[in-house]
T-cell receptor, first 116, second 111 residues
Framework: NAGVTQTPKFQVLKTGQSMTLQCAQD?????MYWYRQDPGMGLRLIYY???????DKGEVPNGYNVSRLNKREFSLRLESAAPSQTSVYFC???????????????FGDGTRLSIL | RKEVEQDPGPFNVPEGATVAFNCTYS??????FFWYRQDCRKEPKLLMS???SGNEDGRFTAQLNRASQYISLLIRDSKLSDSATYLC????????????FGSGTRLSIRP
């Protein structure tokens, strides 16, 4: 049972570089999410995808783009990395639909990203 | 005012003690409630869902008070391994985005 898998687990970038964080889930969930968590702070929603084919901005979308490649995969892209994007990034998924109202999110184990 | 509020702590209690946290929410349309636990620099992990009638899982008991708009988590006979940050999560049915995390309550169990 892999659950939610994120790659890479660690990454160091230079300012201005681009990269894509990958997330895949094998639970047949329809909703997927990207969060960032800074030291001593709570989770902040960057983008989410309620279902395959849709994406929407969350609380802190600036500087990021996302792609819901298929039902399993939801990637997060930093086009031009900035030091302010140094953070731990978590992907999550959830089953959402009629009869699934009380389903919790399941999280990947995170990507630790440092921008120099 | 934050939509979900938690006392950040830290709560520092001796092993074997009973400890309780509350979490208040402001939106009466909230319908689903959860407690997660997060260890330092790890992902949040579901501890338990919170049902209207209250529910218990071993040493952990969760309660929901809709009238006063809060949920609670009680930990009995606390263990050193219970040291973590506990996140309160509130969401609404059929709304992908309306999942609100509290900032967490830090718990430290001392020997």
């Amino acid at each position: 049972n892999a659950g939610v898998t994120q790659t890479p687990k660690f990454q160091v970038l230079k300012t201005g570089q681009s990269m894509t964080l990958q997330c895949a889930q094998d639970m047949n969930h329809n909703s997927m999410y990207w969060y960032r968590q800074d030291p001593g702070m709570g989770l902040r929603l960057i983008y989410y995808s309620a279902s395959e084919g849709t994406t929407d901005k969350g609380e802190v979308p600036n500087g990021y783009n996302v792609s819901r490649l298929n039902k399993r995969e939801f990637s997060l892209r930093l086009e031009s990395a900035a030091p302010s994007q140094t953070s731990v990034y978590f992907c999550a998924s959830r089953s959402l639909g009629r009869g699934d109202g009380n389903q919790p999110q399941h999280f990947g184990d995170g990507t630790r990203l440092s921008i120099l | 005012r934050k939509e979900v509020e938690q006392d950040p702590g830290p709560f520092n209690v001796p092993e074997g003690a009973t400890v309780a946290f509350n979490c208040t929410y402001s939106n009466s349309a909230s319908q689903s409630f959860f407690w997660y636990r997060q260890d330092c620099r790890k992902e949040p992990k579901l501890l338990m869902s919170v049902y209207s009638s209250g529910n218990e899982d071993g040493r952990f008991t969760a309660q929901l008070n809709r009238a006063s708009q809060y949920i609670s988590l009680l930990i009995r006979d606390s263990k050193l391994s219970d040291s973590a940050t506990y996140l309160c999560v509130v969401s609404r049915y059929s709304s992908a985005s309306k999942i609100i995390f509290g900032s967490g309550t830090r718990l430290s169990i001392r020997p």
